[in-house]
């Protein structure tokens, strides 16, 4: 006899709030129903080892059906099943009474159920008209129970005839959903939720073409192969043990069917305290920041796939990575606010964190080389890393590697060591010099060898966020980076004996407005004229770029709220090296000439005296003049267009004379 009657405590309004799931993620009904047929399976495997499920299990194969003439979908299984008492405890009485539990603590949040909430077996009533159960339990003497729900709080329940043990979910699909009656469509979200799920989950037959045909495959006794969506025992549910490298590899493809390029390697995870977590991450090569994201960190909940969106699950620099995490605490049916904030899922980041830098720990200890060929590749997210979370670049520190222009490398801690006695200035403080641009930067680093000074090669993307990190982390002033065309390398590293020259501030002057009355108009703003005592055998006027504000600059490329200084122009430092010949010879050749100047009085100041003053101007010497500076332009790669033209044409004029 049919019993009828009403679902749960006070049910009424759990159907309009199961519909307002219509406006959020109804695919996730197909996860839900799924998980629960692998459940059922699960738990009948566990119940036979036991032995308190008797015999034979059979086939233990989950279907999921499409019936495109009666609109419906079938989700079936061969676990444990259900008596009569079963759903009437589990469907009608607790499902509803967990969701009213839940509705009540979020009542005024609807955007916290509205996302990966999911009802479990009752948010197959999103796209469902009409629900259907038919159960049969694995109990010897049960009764198969058939279960029918319209979508509003009452049902029917009655005896039915089912042969075999296990369930079978019948969605008559509303017809708004008609997308889920399409083999297309749920064969490509059965790949995304259950890829990887413990259970073999069949839909429909496997096909292949032949002939320009496509046909059924059949196996050797000519039987029609079912069409397994999912592989069950994925790798990271397997000992390390057991898996060689190249197991890892074909994972990654399998995880990234579309990526090409091999990960650089792979890390392990398997904790069993104080939380359950396992997974595999794989260190892909970073070139740029371009290219990362498009394989994300998948994240799954006993191998049921939750989501691919981790930002603010982990920490940013580790969504450089690719993998997959499956922890059984992750809960599966919340949103996205709540996960970020969940204590299970911070302790995790912070695992992961931990994790992830022993391993880059024991690399580095184990083969250094094998670690140096790898660190061009990794190092935008190790800096990512040590930029962003303070606990890691705690760990880093010990692996993050810097490089100097040779290809040699170094740890911090060991370059600090390697260049404390030729690069500590007079005032005790080291100075590290670098170069983006070897090539460019030519003239200036072959300086620096001269003077026994090594130079590290800075051209990664966070180079520069890097080294005003070690800079800050340093005793104030104590650690120094300056790009190798900051200044003249006897300005960079200030030594006791520094040379100094012999000319008067009045003779510098002459020199400098000598210089700057060659300068357009529009450049006065970009260059400013200075007189240094180089060494001699430097070029006689060269450019500097002042470090402080050129890092400012590169820096307002990857943080909002300096684009002050990104809008400035670049500014240039045009120094005259006194200590040169050429320039020596063009002090002989200015005129002095007395004058008298009267200071400028403010208002209300009484008139001040006269002052004698020499005056020193160079005159009949522009085209030289034109010539060094042009030289100067082209020693650092900015001598273009016309004014390339003048000089080269200038130089053969001069080689005529
Ligand atoms: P949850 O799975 O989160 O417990 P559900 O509403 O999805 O919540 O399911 C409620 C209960 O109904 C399950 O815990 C299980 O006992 C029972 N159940 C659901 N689907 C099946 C099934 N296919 N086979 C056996 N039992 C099931």
Redesign the pocket.
């Known amino acids: 006899m049919a019993t009828k009657g009403n679902i749960g405590v006070t049910s009424d309004n759990i159907f309009p709030v199961i519909k307002k799931f219509l406006y959020s993620d109804h695919e996730i009904f197909l996860r839900?129903?799924i998980?629960?047929?692998v459940?059922?399976t699960q738990?009948l495997k566990t119940l036979s080892s036991v032995g308190e499920a008797k015999g034979d299990l059979g086939d233990l194969r989950v279907r999921v059906l499409i019936d495109k003439k009666k609109n419906t979908l079938t989700?079936s299984?061969h676990?444990?099943?259900?008596t009569a008492e079963?759903v009437d405890k589990?469907?009608n009485q607790?499902?509803f009474s967990?969701a009213e539990e839940f509705l009540g603590k979020y009542k005024d949040k609807t955007e916290a159920i509205i996302g990966h909430f999911g009802?479990?077996?009752?948010s197959a009533f999103m796209v469902s008209d009409k629900v259907e159960?038919f159960?049969q339990s694995y109990l010897p003497d049960a009764k198969a129970v058939h279960w029918s729900c319209s979508g509003d709080p009452e049902y029917t329940m009655e005896e039915t005839i089912k042969s075999e043990r296990?369930?079978d979910?019948v969605l008559h699909i509303n017809e708004e959903f008609k997308q889920y009656l399409e083999d297309a469509t749920i064969e490509s979200l059965l790949r995304k939720y259950c890829k990887f799920l413990p259970v073999e989950i069949a839909f429909g037959m496997k096909k292949e073409w032949k002939d320009g045909k496509e046909v059924v495959v059949r196996d050797e006794n000519g039987k029609e192969v079912e069409n397994i969506i999912n592989n069950t025992n994925p790798a990271w549910t397997r000992k390390p043990a057991e898996l060689k490298d190249e197991d890892y590899k074909a994972f990654y493809h399998e995880l990234y069917p579309m990526q090409m390029d091999e990960p650089l390697f792979h890390i392990h995870l398997n904790v069993d305290y104080p939380f359950h977590l396992t997974g595999i991450l794989y260190f892909p090569r970073i070139k740029s920041n371009l290219d990362v994201k498009r394989n994300k960190i998948q994240l799954y909940c006993n191998q049921v796939f939750v989501t691919d969106e981790v930002e603010n699950i982990v920490p940013e620099y580790l969504t450089l990575l690719h993998g997959v995490i499956d922890s059984p605490d992750i809960p599966l049916?919340v949103s996205r606010s709540y996960l970020q904030s969940d204590n299970n899922v911070k302790k995790i980041s912070g695992h992961i964190t931990k994790k992830v830098a022993d391993k880059l720990a024991e690399m580095y200890k184990n083969d250094k080389e094998d670690f140096e060929k790898k660190w061009d590749d990794i190092k935008l997210f190790i800096q990512f890393g040590m930029l962003t979370d303070e606990k890691f670049y705690e760990r880093a520190i010990g692996f993050a590697l810097l490089k100097n222009i040779q290809g040699e490398y170094f740890t911090l801690e060991e370059y600090k060591a390697k260049i404390k006695d030729a690069q500590t200035d007079k005032d005790g403080n080291l100075v590290a010099l670098y170069t983006q641009d070897p090539d460019a930067h030519y003239t200036f680093i072959e300086r620096a060898k001269e003077k026994g000074y090594d130079v590290l090669l800075m051209n990664g993307e966070l180079d520069v966020h890097q080294i005003s990190q070690f800079e800050q982390k340093a005793e104030e002033g104590k650690l120094r980076f300056v790009r190798i065309d900051s200044d003249t390398i006897e300005n960079l590293i200030r030594k006791e004996d520094q040379a100094k020259d012999t000319y008067s501030n009045e003779q510098k002057e002459g020199l400098r407005k000598a210089f700057e009355g060659l300068l357009p108009e529009t450049d006065k703003l970009r260059y400013f004229v200075s007189c240094e005592a180089a060494a001699s055998d430097a070029l006689p006027v060269f450019l500097t770029q002042n470090e402080f504000m050129r890092r400012m600059k590169e820096m307002s490329q990857h943080q909002q709220g300096m684009s002050f200084y990104g809008q400035m122009p670049d500014q240039y430092n045009l120094v005259i090296n006194t200590s040169h010949p050429l320039i020596q010879e063009l002090v002989g050749k200015m005129q002095s000439e007395e004058v008298e100047e009267v200071p400028e009085t403010k208002e209300g100041e009484e008139p001040k005296a006269a002052v004698k003053k020499t005056v020193y101007t160079l005159t009949g010497e522009d085209e030289r003049l034109h010539q060094l500076f042009d030289i100067a332009l082209l020693a650092s790669g900015q001598l273009k267009g016309e004014s390339l033209a003048k000089f080269v044409n200038r130089s053969v004029a001069l080689l005529e004379n």
């Open positions: 839900e129903l998980s629960n047929a459940d059922a738990k989700v299984d676990g444990i099943g259900m079963e589990y469907i607790i499902a967990g009802l479990g077996f009752y159960i159960s296990g369930t979910v049916n």
